[in-house]
């Protein structure tokens, strides 16, 4: 019989880890190349240039522009549906069976949106946590219930 795979994605607006469970007691391997990084940037970071300035309607008055979106929120905005369509892809793939999802809660929210429906209907848990920079040891643990299932 061939075992469930469950995939466990572990990200935040900057990076996610991509784990492999091949069963109960196997515990969590890295899924080679799917390590996703980009580098984390403050709005003033990314955006170099003056505000824009307009004239008011009524006297002489200016004022600066602001943006419709924080660029850095954009920037995450974006990771998380790289994230998910990597995800995507190797669902239909076949990759793995079942998906659980621990990651920042705004990040965890932008993947929630940016998953196709057949996706999402692998996923067996979600944490709104980060555990980006939890080693490795850590994590069995802290999914060992999930997994045993």
């Known amino acids: 019989m061939k075992p469930v795979v469950t995939w466990i994605v572990i990200a935040d607006g900057t990076q996610a880890r991509v784990f492999e469970n091949a069963g109960p007691g196997k515990g969590l391997a890295p ?3 799917l390590r996703l990084e980009e580098e984390a940037l403050k709005t003033s970071e990314i955006v170099t240039d003056r505000q824009g300035r307009s004239y008011s309607s009524v ?24 994230v998910a ?3 995507d892809e190797k669902h239909a793939e076949h990759a793995f069976k079942r998906l659980i999802i621990a990651a920042a809660p705004t990040t965890l929210g932008d993947l929630r949106k940016a998953l196709s429906a057949a996706t999402r209907s692998a996923i067996m ?12 040891q850590q994590l069995d643990k802290q999914f060992g219930d999930l997994l045993a299932l």
Request: aromatic share 4%; charged share 35%.
């Open 85 to 87: 369509a990597l995800l």
């Open 31 to 33: 899924v080679d190349g």
């Open 125 to 136: 848990a979600e944490m709104p946590k980060d555990l980006t920079n939890m080693p490795r």
């Open 59 to 82: 006297g002489h008055g200016r004022s600066a522009i602001e943006p419709r979106t924080d660029p850095a929120e954009y920037r995450e905005t974006e990771f998380a549906r790289r």
